[in-house]
């Protein structure tokens, strides 16, 4: 739920001045001391905002704080500047009403930072969007370009504007900004050539110097030395918490985002430093044969520096320092500057640049910001214009500002009864006359066109003849002697003959907001404001896009012998624009106050205070808001604050809030001129009446809160012992519960434990019985298997000597085994034939001599190299390997081939050796040792080769019944110049078989391959031969036959198998 809060809550002192009671300057000053003391800065007349400057950052300028005043009413929340911002908003959104925010206050009391708290609550609360967010950074980035340019340190103020300014902020009909127009007022242009003791001048004088490039300066031909320039006052050059350098950045940024070129920007700078190289140009005099003093410009080289910058010809501007022409009509005389001329042209230049030069900026600024839109725009106008200045001495300038807020207390005045007459009409109130002071007197005093005192002066500034501030003060003693707010000591009014407060060359005025003592002396100089024409022309003249537009008047093609509009009529001109600009939208005011002079936190001066209160007319203020009902509130929240004060509002009132407020008045008897019933609002003349509500409110709201403790105290009493009642009920339920629950669990064990004592003996009773019947089921179990035993005993006894009698020979070829008797004796019966076969076949192998062994080993070699693979093999079986067949140790004929042969003969006999041309063959002896083979001459025993197993590769059979086998030899071999060997035998089993066992018995050499193929390759000298086996019957009748058919291919006919 919202919380509904309203001004008048929490309130320190009063939070608007129109409820102080009594009203008096003592009341009113004290009050404002109270609220700043406790932080409240702001305070109400009604819906003027008085400002304080705290002199310090307080935390109520957050985003939370935005968003707490956004969219409530005015008088909802504390005093805020961001009430009255979003009051203004609002109705300029909402009720399409052009708004006017006119902030006033003496220098230093704030005014500039409280535009700038209204600026940034209205772009904090405006619509979003990327357009409408580049127009609000550009509004607010206009902001440090001004105040570099146009701002300055004071002994008031650090940073003190040195200008007025008012911007119209223009919106589109959904509130959100198009753009905006800025207007100056009056630059404090002297401030360029002399700066008082203790203030400076322009920030961006020193801003340039300290925060510029060397380049930079380089460029613009300056030094960063403040010292070296005589317009620059050293005595409070630098400013405490203020970096210049920073500052020179951030201006750089925002004319970059408020959309400057980089040359305009140059430009500027260098019209800066132009002013700079102005202050230090010398003069010296110089005596001419007239007589005369002429001036002579001492040190040229800033001259020709600042010409150089500018593009002006330093001829030309040496001459229009030293020389003035005056034109009349048709004549053009010219006449010589003396020193001091000279110096007074100087500065009337410095300060003609510089302050044109901030014009400029506005109107570029203003080129920026413009809308880009013509649709029709709503206006919120802020003008941070400066306050009523009474100082020591007062001169022209306090004068022309004064006269500024004369008028903007008359259109305050006319504006605050407007409204508050229309809000009469509006609520149906009679109106009853307001008692004010009418300040119209005192602005006709000043701007009248026939007698006032600015006309007057023009007057006097145009009069031919000596003119001088005399003269005119002698003017306006006769003019405005009659008036009642002008004093002069010699007015013909003689009450001030003998005022000594009022010299000589003074004169009074009797302002609105006090009386201001003004000194007449240069008056007529800075209303003339006067550039001599030389120098207009010159700067004219120059090379430099700038400068040329700010001097217009210089340009020849345009002389103007009229003489140029006086200071004061321009700024009566514009104020006068200004005043009609500010009368068609609806004002909202701020009325800015410094608490003390230090520029301290927490120190509140009294006598400032007043000083301030009387001239910005704040009591006036009052009276007026007070001079018909200082009070109004709409029906609905007066009958919701106070409906508790009476019987049959309380606490629900059913009909409309209006005649709820009447029953409510009545029945509290305050008077009827106290207050009238308006259409919407009641409206309350008195604040007494007001604090009497409120006073019966608090003590009513004490009463409340009494019944409402009561009514609680009673209700937490109550529930307190319900809630005990319960817990009791809740305990003795638990506990009742909780009895039976034992109880229970009682009788259950013991239900338990007698249960289990009858299991248990039911239990043993039955574990006897079984035991006794598992003990009868054990003893038949044994009597059958001895039985069954005894059985199977005799039957494998008459098993066994059965198999005994009808046992097998021990031959192991013998397969006979006596057929089983019993089916159950199957497996022991095959298992027992098994180990008999293996014990014969042991008791066979027992019996064999080492050259049986040898033998059959060599039987079994035969077998595992030929079996299923040659057809030969089968017939081999039958046939002992006996080695030697030739008888060669015996038989003589061989005795000297026996005695070749060094090892042992393992095999000797016949082969046919198979001639390697023509496939016949011939017979030789076959010698097998353990190293070689060796193949000699049947008859004769004479070695035809001799071959070492090494050389051998491997030998190829066919897998037919034939004899052939050829013996591969090792390719490079000694034995392998001939080619391999083809030879036949009947016993080849034998021979390949010995072969190959001596290879596989020997460590040296491998063992040799047998191929066994019906086709194999053999190499016969060069030629690689192919034996092919062609099984058929050969011609001749031999069984085989060996045919060599060409070089490449050996036939062998074998029979078909
Ligand atoms: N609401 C504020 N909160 C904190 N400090 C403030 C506030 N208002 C003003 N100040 C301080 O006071 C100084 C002077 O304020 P500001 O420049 O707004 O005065 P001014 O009325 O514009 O004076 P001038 O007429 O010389 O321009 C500021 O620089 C700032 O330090
Ligand atoms: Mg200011």
């Known amino acids: 739920m919202e919380v509904k809060t309203s001004l008048l809550d929490n309130m320190i002192g009063v939070g608007d001045m129109v ?32 400002s304080m400057n705290p002199y310090k950052s307080l935390p109520i300028y957050t985003a939370e704080k935005v968003e707490e005043y956004r969219n409530r009413n005015f008088y909802e929340l504390s005093p805020h500047i961001y009430a009255l911002a979003d009051e203004a908003y609002r109705s300029l959104r909402d009720q399409d009403k052009d708004q006017c925010i006119l902030i006033t206050g003496e220098s230093g009391a704030g005014k500039t930072e409280a535009s700038k708290f209204v600026m940034s609550y209205v772009a904090a609360v405006c619509g979003k969007g990327q357009e409408v967010n580049k127009v609000k950074e550009q509004l607010l980035q206009s902001n440090p370009v001004l105040e570099a340019f146009g701002n300055a340190k004071t002994v008031r103020n650090d940073n003190s504007s040195r200008f007025g300014k008012y911007m119209d902020i223009e919106f589109d009909f959904k509130g959100d900004p198009l753009g905006g127009v800025i207007s100056n007022y009056l630059l404090e242009k002297s401030r360029v050539v002399k700066q008082p003791r203790g203030e400076r001048n322009f920030h961006i004088f020193y801003q340039l110097l300290s925060g510029a490039s060397d380049d930079t300066l380089k460029k613009l031909k300056l030094d960063r030395d403040f010292s070296k320039y005589n317009y620059l006052s050293l005595d409070s050059a630098t400013v405490n918490g203020l970096d210049d350098a920073a500052c020179f950045r951030t201006v750089r940024n925002a004319m970059q985002i408020v959309g400057f070129m980089e040359d305009e920007v140059q430009s500027v700078l260098e019209l800066v430093a132009a002013v700079l190289k102005l202050g230090n140009l010398e003069f010296k005099p110089e005596s001419r044969c007239n007589g005369f003093d002429e001036s002579r410009i001492k040190d040229k080289n800033d001259l020709k520096e600042m010409c150089e910058l500018l593009g002006i010809e330093q001829s030309v501007l040496e001459r229009a320092f030293s020389f003035r022409t005056v034109e009349a009509k048709m004549e053009k005389v010219s006449t010589t500057l003396n020193v001091a001329q000279a110096y007074y042209a100087r500065d009337a230049l410095a300060k003609n640049l510089y302050s044109r030069l901030f014009s400029w900026l506005v109107n570029r600024i203003n080129e920026s910001i413009k809308a880009q839109t013509k649709s029709r725009k709503k206006v919120m106008g802020v003008l941070d214009i400066y306050g009523f200045e009474i100082f020591e001495d007062n001169s022209f300038e306090q004068f022309i500002i004064n006269y500024c807020n004369e008028k903007l207390q008359q259109i305050f005045i006319e504006l605050t009864l407007r409204e508050e007459q229309e809000e009469y009409i509006r609520e149906g109130i009679e109106w009853t006359n307001i008692e004010y002071f009418n300040n119209a007197i005192i602005c006709d005093l000043i701007e009248n066109n026939k007698n006032g005192i600015l006309a007057m002066l023009d007057e006097e500034c145009l009069r031919p003849g000596t003119v001088t501030d005399e003269t005119f003060l002698d003017k306006l003693n006769t003019v405005c002697a009659e008036h009642q707010h002008f004093e002069s000591r010699q007015s013909k009014n003689s009450k001030f003959l003998t005022d000594h407060s009022l010299p000589h060359n003074c004169f009074r005025i009797q302002h609105y907001a006090g009386k201001v003592l003004y000194r007449v002396e240069g008056f007529v100089d800075k209303n003339n404001d006067l550039l001599y024409r030389d120098l207009s022309q010159a700067m004219y003249k120059a090379n430099h896009s700038l400068i040329k537009i700010l001097f217009p008047e210089g340009n020849p093609a345009k002389v103007n012998l009229k003489r140029p509009l006086t200071a004061g009529f321009q700024f009566r001109a514009s104020v006068g624009t200004l005043m009609k600009n500010l009368l068609t939208k609806n004002p909202n005011y701020i009325r800015c106050i410094k608490p003390n002079d230090k520029k301290a936190a927490h120190i509140f001066t009294d006598s400032l205070v007043c000083h301030q209160v009387r001239y910005l007319g704040l009591m006036e203020n009052v009276r007026v808001r007070r001079a018909g009902y200082a009070f109004r509130q709409a029906y609905e929240p007066c009958l919701e604050r106070y409906k508790m004060l009476c019987k049959q509002t309380w606490p629900h009132w059913k009909g409309p809030a209006r005649e709820g407020v009447e029953v409510l008045l009545k029945n509290l008897q305050v008077p009827a001129e106290e207050f009238a019933y308006g259409r919407s609002k009641i409206f309350i003349r008195n604040p007494r009446t007001l604090f009497f509500l409120e006073e019966k409110r608090r003590q009513c709201l004490e009463d409340l809160a009494t019944l409402i403790q009561k009514i609680y105290r ?32 009682n009788i259950r064990s013991s239900a338990l434990v007698v249960q289990s004592y009858i299991r248990g003996w039911k239990a043993r009773k039955l574990l006897r019985e079984l035991k006794h019947k598992k003990r009868c089921e054990e003893a038949v179990t044994t009597i059958s298997a001895y039985w069954h035993g005894t059985q199977v005993l005799n039957t494998m006894q008459k098993y066994f000597m059965g198999l005994k009698k009808t046992m097998p020979s021990m031959s192991p070829v013998d397969k006979s085994w006596p057929a089983r008797p019993y089916g159950f004796l199957d497996g022991m019966h095959q298992e027992l034939r098994r180990i008999f076969h293996l014990w014969r076949c042991k008791k066979y192998r027992s019996q064999f001599t080492e050259e049986k062994k040898a033998t059959y080993e060599e039987k079994l070699a035969a077998s595992e190299l030929f079996k299923d693979k040659k057809a030969l093999y089968p017939s081999s079986v039958g046939q002992p390997f006996k080695g030697d067949y030739v008888e060669i140790t015996k038989n003589p004929k061989y005795q000297k081939l026996n005695s070749l042969v060094e090892d042992k003969v393992l095999l000797a006999d016949v082969v046919s050796k198979i001639n390697r041309a023509n496939g016949k063959g011939a017979p030789r002896i076959f010698l097998l040792t353990k190293k070689s083979l060796v193949l000699a001459d049947q008859k004769t025993g004479q070695v035809k080769a001799s071959v070492p197993l090494l050389d051998l590769s491997s030998v190829s059979v066919s897998t037919q019944s034939d004899g052939f086998f050829a013996l591969k030899l090792k390719e490079g071999s000694t034995s392998a110049a001939k080619g391999d060997f083809l030879l036949s035998s009947d016993r080849l089993i034998e021979i390949i078989t010995k072969l190959h066992r001596i290879g596989a018995a020997s460590a040296e050499r491998n063992q040799i391959n047998i191929d066994i193929s019906d086709e194999f390759l053999v190499q016969f000298k060069q030629d690689k031969v192919c034996v092919k086996f062609i099984p058929g019957t050969p011609k001749n009748g031999n069984g085989v036959a060996c045919k060599r058919k060409n070089n490449r291919l050996l036939e062998v006919s074998v029979p078909s198998p």
């Open 714 to 745: 009673g209700w937490k009493c109550r529930t307190h012992f319900l809630l005990l009642k319960k817990s009791q009920v809740v305990v003795a339920a638990w506990y009742r519960r909780f009895a039976q629950q034992k109880k229970y669990q």
């Open 19 to 50: 409820l102080i009671e009594p009203l008096s300057e003592d009341t009113f000053i004290e009050n404002l001391r109270k609220r700043f003391e406790h932080n409240e800065i702001y305070t109400y007349i009604g819906s003027v905002v008085i």
